[in-house]
């Protein structure tokens, strides 16, 4: 099987992760704390789920960490929209 570093869904991750981080840069420093975090921790631990999940070598347990990286992108998901909805993003 290959490295998690070889999967395009793990990269694509990492580039959702680095753009989330980048956005939310940009969000009141009255949200530090509360909408940045989470988004923030919700998209790092999409890659990082991808990541342990196919580092277990056993398709079961790799099945399982992507329902949890899958469960932090619905996540990441609401929070984006949140902001759209709190005028932080457009």
Known sequence: MKSFRDLEVWKMSMDLAAEVYEMTSSFPQSELYGLVSQMRRAAVSIPSNIAEGQGRKNAK?????????????????????????????T
């Open 61 to 89: 347990e790799f099945c399982q960490f992507l329902h949890i990286a899958k469960g932090s992108l619905a996540e990441l998901d609401t929070q984006l929209e949140l902001s759209r909805r709190f005028g932080f993003l």
